[in-house]
């Protein structure tokens, strides 16, 4: 496994190493899963909202991890926190650590372009470039510095995984804003996974698609689990419920300090049991629909 | 479009359908239409009227007008040293104004952190736009024509140093327009570019700035053509009023060093003579001339606008 997150990076490969060799010792859903990412007293605020407050949350590899909870709660910032997309957010102010294999990517000498070439990212909205299918692909690759002679397998690979090469293996040269929402969508995904990350970050990926759409994006998260670990925001909570291993539920909670409303994880567990058994009244009120 | 059951009354029943009169409404929509009829009435007027005055020469002698120098007589005088100096005038703005003007605001939108400096600037910037040019004008006086080193540099009363007046004047419109364009690229874009691992120069000059030039592109092109238009500053930069002796070649570069002349000052030097050739028809027809310049200046901006927008869809 090549990791190239720090600059210099020769001081954390051993590091690396010795995590990530646990991996492929145990898929299953026991205690022993590595964990691939992990929240540690991260606290998350803007300016002086504080959007989430001392999360530790565990992220097991090969999984499909989602994260529910009502409008506020701030899953959408821990996900963007897991590849330091909040860093995009001038008034964002990240506290604790986020340990991706060990590494803490808010280490100073982490680089966060590299990080996100290992954190790839799924956004609510699909938002292809506006270049042909083929350029979308290939764009991250290309400014990682692939050679060119591997784009086509990369774009046939990445298309196939997605379940969108046979759509579009005519006409890879056209327009990617010519495609339906749900296509646009499942670009996006391959374009995430043409740079071969280890996570893929999905932020309510379906919210903007159809029924049938967001089931082609269920089955295809099904199948791309086996190489990937999955982190998925959302609102829809049969969705969390058919494609998660895990649930985590998170609320916003009347912070007594300040008078703000501030997210917190209120529970995780395995799926079935958020949904079958969970441990807090809260977590039941809402997946059973009482409130949210 | 309507059908003949709307001309009879609706039946009475609890809930009143009926249509009523909206006389506010009426008001309003004629008050706005009224708006636009003055404004285009008034430009209507002011084109046919110049049209008018300056047909003599557009009929007569329109090529010849065209390539003549100044002179003493009305009838055989022409606007070439005019037409030579604002097109290096607009030539020297592009060169300096766009590129100085675009870097800033991709640098103010996309570097610099949001804080009290950053405001400040902005702000000023947002004034300067308003600042008259004659106040321009004065600042190219000191510092372009007389100013130590500069002066030298620029030759004093010389398109150079009218230029650096005109892109001086035209920054904060250039970089206020570049702006505007930058800050409309969707968020979502910008995002897709930090997500596949894009650093912040490869995700502004790959995704922000083809995104953009449409906006950047009119936005310029327009501070051009108000730059091309500008009298005061180049009056008080010095701009030749009366003769020049010859007629440089379009190609001769040696002229930005020159004495000049810019066809704002030919107009505005001309309606001050006498003789109805140069007061009316003359200044007439050069006014048609810079209008051609200025409309050809934003007809380009128009198609590298939409040929840019058409790429923008892939």
């Known amino acids: ?292 | 479009m309507a059908s003949p059951s709307v001309r009879k009354r609706l039946p009475a029943t609890t809930f009143n359908l009926t249509r009523r009169m909206d006389v506010k409404g009426r008001v309003f929509e004629v008050a706005l239409l009224m708006a636009v009829a003055v404004t285009l009435g008034a430009v209507a007027a002011l084109i046919s009227q110049v049209f008018f005055d300056a047909w003599p020469v557009l009929s007569g002698r329109f090529g010849q007008f065209l390539t003549s120098g100044l002179g003493s007589r009305p009838e055989i005088s022409g606007i070439a040293q005019g037409l030579r100096g604002t097109l290096y005038l607009c030539f020297i703005v592009a060169v300096v104004a766009f590129p100085l003007g675009i870097g800033s605001a991709i640098y103010l939108e996309q570097y610099a952190k949001p804080g009290r400096l950053t405001r400040f600037v902005d702000l000023n910037i947002r004034n300067l736009a308003g600042v008259p040019s004659v106040v321009y004008g004065i600042l190219g006086l000191t510092v372009f024509v007389k100013g130590p080193f500069v002066g030298a540099i620029t030759g004093g009363r010389t398109p150079l140093a009218a230029g650096l007046t005109l892109s001086a004047l035209v920054l904060p419109l250039v970089i206020i327009a570049s702006v505007e364009a930058i800050r409309s690229v969707p968020q979502e874009l910008i995002e897709a570019g930090y997500g596949v691992g894009a650093t912040q120069s490869e995700v502004i000059r790959h995704h922000v700035l083809p995104y953009a030039i449409p906006g950047i592109l009119t936005g310029t092109l327009l501070s051009m053509a108000r730059a091309a238009g500008e009298a005061a500053p180049l009056i008080l930069v010095g701009t030749t009023t009366g003769f020049l002796t010859n007629i440089p070649a379009w190609w001769d570069v040696g002229q930005v060093r020159e004495r000049f002349t810019a066809m704002p000052i030919i107009i505005t030097s001309w309606v001050r003579q006498p003789e109805t050739g140069f007061k009316v028809e003359g200044a007439a027809a050069a006014i048609i001339v810079l209008m051609l310049v200025v409309v050809m200046l934003n007809s380009v901006a128009i198609v590298l606008r939409s040929r840019f927008e058409k790429r923008r869809q892939g």
């Open chain 1, 1 to 292: 496994m090549t990791q190239k997150l720090m600059r210099p990076p020769a001081q954390t490969t051993n590091e690396v190493d010795r995590t990530s060799s646990t991996a492929e010792a145990d898929v299953g859903l026991g205690a022993q899963v590595e964990n691939v990412l992990e929240a540690r007293h991260l606290s998350v605020s803007y300016g002086d909202y504080t959007a989430i407050a001392d999360l530790n949350l565990p992220i097991k590899g090969k999984e499909i991890t989602a994260m529910i909870g009502p409008s506020g709660c701030g899953k959408s910032t821990v996900l963007r926190s897991f590849n330091r997309m909040n860093d995009l957010v001038d008034s964002a102010r990240v506290k604790g650590e986020v340990l991706f294999h060990g590494i803490d990517i808010y280490h100073p000498k982490v680089d966060p372009v590299e990080v996100r070439r290992h954190i790839s990212m799924v956004f609510q909205k699909p938002n292809p470039f506006p270049k042909s299918i083929y350029d979308n692909i290939i764009y991250g690759p290309k400014i990682a510095g692939t050679p060119k002679a591997e784009y086509d397998e990369i774009v046939e690979s990445s298309l196939t995984k997605a379940a969108l090469w046979d759509e579009v293996k005519d006409r890879l040269r056209s327009s990617a804003l010519s495609l339906s929402g749900g296509q646009q969508q499942r670009l996006c995904i391959a374009r995430a996974i043409a740079t071969n990350p280890d996570v893929l970050l999905m932020d309510e990926p379906c919210s903007a698609l159809d029924p049938i759409a967001t089931a082609h994006i269920e089955d295809l998260m099904h199948e791309i689990k086996t190489e990937y670990t999955i982190v998925i925001v959302t609102h829809n909570m049969q969705q969390a419920a058919r494609v998660s291993d895990r649930t985590a539920f998170f609320t916003a909670e009347n912070d007594p300090a300040s008078e703000r409303r501030t997210g917190q994880l209120v529970e995780f567990d395995f799926t079935e049991r958020i949904f079958g058994n969970p441990a807090d009244k809260r977590t039941e009120d809402y997946v059973t629909g009482r409130f949210g």
